[in-house]
Nanobody
Framework: QVQLVESGGGTVQPGGSLRLSCAAF????????MSWYRQAPGTERELVSS??????YYADSVKGRFTVSRDIDKNTVSLRMNNLEPEDTAVYFC?????????????WGQGTRVTISS
């Protein structure tokens, strides 16, 4: 059974930092594009960052503040978030995606809540 388990969320003050982790079970992240999405109340889920064989991506709103990384040995992808802003408040989700032939396989984690508040 495949599971993506996020951790590291919490409440921090503006300007603070958090490190989110996504541990993958049942798949090897080296075979997948790994992404972080977030969803704030009343909004659609949006792509924050991704790490794939083609490179990394960051949304404009997080460029220079967030860094995505992979630890193949631990089968984990992380998102380091610095200089956090109230607008970063959301539930953050990990996603693994890959094509096997013409079939796309996608897995989602359950999410971890990040709250930025003074």
């Amino acid at each position: 059974q495949v599971q993506l388990v996020e951790s590291g969320g919490g409440t921090v003050q503006p300007g603070g930092s958090l490190r989110l982790s996504c541990a993958a079970f049942g798949i090897s992240i080296s075979s997948y594009a790994m992404s972080w999405y977030r969803q704030a109340p009343g909004t659609e889920r949006e792509l924050v960052s991704s790490s794939a064989s083609s490179g990394t991506y960051y949304a404009d709103s997080v460029k220079g503040r967030f860094t995505v990384s992979r630890d193949i040995d631990k089968n984990t992808v992380s998102l380091r978030m610095n200089n956090l802003e109230p607008e970063d408040t959301a539930v953050y989700f990990c996603k693994a995606a890959a094509y096997f032939g013409s079939r796309e396989v996608v897995y989602w984690g359950q999410g971890t809540r990040v709250t930025i508040s003074s």
